[in-house]
């Protein structure tokens, strides 16, 4: 079984330029997470899809990002115009379902360095 | 206050010896508690999770949960080099939608 893909595995992009992150869940997972780790911190949740509803986008750091998800399946993240303070590591996450006694699978993230 | 608190190490244990982790979480309504391994330039990776107050054991692994506390702590036994990388504690909030992680301890385990 395939695991959760993303892609690009690592980006380089100047300021003020676009950016389009892909996440390939689990198949069948219809629970859909982004998080960031930026350097030093912790990993902080962005926001979560049920199939292609936005359950919870509390965490979206501000209206240059912006998820979907069409069709349930895959999700796209993205942030434009980038800004130096969106470096760092993007993960995706899924799971089946949701609630306590729930893993979330990751995927290997992505790297965003915005110079 | 952070809502999961984790030291950020690092820890430095010799091989052989036992590497306790600590975590504290300030959501009193979380039921689920979950540690993560992440080596560097990988995903998070879950090892164990603990939803009663206790010990759960898993191979070398053990987690302690003490909810009165919001404590959380993972022990590794017989530690090894390979068990070298950043330890993610992580809580589900009440809701039952969001896991929040820890800023996570970096582990070295010396051979």
């Known amino acids: 079984e395939a695991g959760v893909t993303q892609f690009p595995s690592h980006s380089v992009i100047e300021k003020g330029q676009t950016v389009t992150l892909r996440c390939d869940p689990i198949s069948g997972h219809d629970n859909l997470y982004w998080y960031r780790r930026v350097m030093g911190k912790e990993i902080k949740f962005l926001l979560h899809?049920?199939?292609?509803?936005?359950?919870?986008e509390s965490g979206m750091p501000n209206n240059r990002f912006l998820a979907e998800r069409t069709g349930g399946t895959y999700s796209t993240l993205k942030v434009q115009p980038a800004e130096l303070e969106d470096s760092g590591v993007y993960f995706c996450a899924s799971s089946q379902m949701t609630g306590p006694n729930t893993e979330a699978f990751f995927g290997q993230g992505t790297r965003l360095t915005v110079v | 206050q952070k809502e999961v608190e984790q030291n950020s190490g690092p820890l430095s244990v010799p091989e052989g010896a036992i590497a306790s982790l600590n975590c504290t979480y300030s959501d009193r309504g979380s039921q689920s508690f979950f540690w993560y391994r992440q080596y560097s330039g990988k995903s998070p990776e879950l090892i164990m999770s603990?939803?009663?107050?206790g010990d759960k054991e898993d191979g070398r692994f053990t987690a302690q949960l003490n909810k009165a506390s919001q404590y959380v702590s993972l022990l590794i036994r017989d530690s090894q080099p390979s068990d070298s990388a950043t330890y993610l504690c992580?809580?589900?909030?009440?809701?039952?939608?969001?896991?929040?992680f820890g800023a996570g301890t970096r582990l070295f385990v010396k051979a």
């Open positions: 899809f049920v199939k292609e509803s936005k359950q919870d």
């Open positions: 603990i939803y009663s107050n």
């Open positions: 992580a809580v589900i909030d009440t809701g039952g939608f969001k896991t929040i």
